[in-house]
């Protein structure tokens, strides 16, 4: 079963520490992988598409990883700023699906950024 | 560029009514999907458009869900009659091709069935 995991599922850290969120998926075989960012009562923003060919993408303070090998993608934030407390959401997908255009999500991160 | 669309934004209904969603996709997205959030569960996908045809609907719960997308433009999500587990978060998104694009998602609608 195609699975996708998030660790951890809480994470407090106090304004301008630099973090990692992580995110596992259970099969190698993904045309990509896309990190959200969901605010509370709001939709999802997409913050970084990884396709599988590539190893890492960067937006401003963000930057996402991926390892297709060992199923592992990492979201690094530069400099956490309280602006950045929100849910973090992976997505991939899988190539082994009925059509390969469905996302699966992990059940997401949820960052509190202390001033 | 206007994104992702949804209507309502809550939606509080009794159990059997009926309830229709509305998603408004990003102008030129042949690829629209729906996606539900039930509490304290990942969000799960229930099915995927390209243009008026339903690609996979294999998500869908069961036969109480309907979505329609004539003309291939807007999509509609209805409900009936809906039970109390259907309450969560439906989202709406689209894409410009099925693999390779960004997924861009709406705000979502916010069901509570009582």
């Known amino acids: 079963k195609q699975e996708v995991t998030q660790i951890p599922a809480a994470l407090s850290v106090p304004e301008g520490e630099n973090l990692v969120l992580n995110c596992s998926f259970t099969?190698?075989?993904?045309?990509?992988l896309q990190w959200f960012r969901q605010d509370p009562g709001k939709g999802l923003t997409s913050l970084l598409l990884?396709?599988?060919?590539?190893r890492e993408q960067t937006s401003g303070r963000l930057n996402a990883s991926l390892d297709k090998s060992s199923g592992r993608s990492t979201l690094y934030i530069a400099a956490s700023q309280p602006g950045d407390s929100a849910t973090y959401l992976c997505?991939?997908?899988?190539?082994?699906?009925?059509?390969?255009?469905?996302?699966?999500f992990g059940e997401g991160t949820q960052l509190t950024v202390n001033p | 560029e206007a994104g992702v669309t949804q209507f309502p934004s809550h939606s509080v209904i009794e159990k059997g009514q009926t309830v229709t969603l509305r998603c408004d996709p990003i102008?030129?997205?042949?690829?629209l999907y729906w996606y539900r959030r039930v509490m304290g569960k990942e969000i799960k996908f229930l099915l995927h458009?390209?243009?008026?045809?339903?690609?996979?609907e294999s998500g869908m719960p069961n036969n109480r869900f309907l979505a329609e997308r004539t003309g291939g433009t807007y999509s509609t999500l209805k409900v009936q009659p809906a039970e109390l587990e259907d309450s969560g978060v439906y989202f709406c998104?689209?894409?410009?091709?099925?693999?390779?694009?960004?997924?861009?998602f709406g705000s979502g609608t916010r069901l509570t069935v009582v």
């Open positions: 998104a689209s894409s410009q091709d099925t693999r390779l694009a960004a997924v861009n």
């Open positions: 099969d190698s075989a993904i045309y990509n």
């Open positions: 458009f390209v243009k008026e045809s339903k690609q996979d």
């Open positions: 997505a991939v997908r899988f190539r082994r699906e009925t059509s390969g255009s469905r996302l699966t």
């Open positions: 102008s030129g997205h042949d690829n």
């Open positions: 990884i396709q599988s060919s590539q």
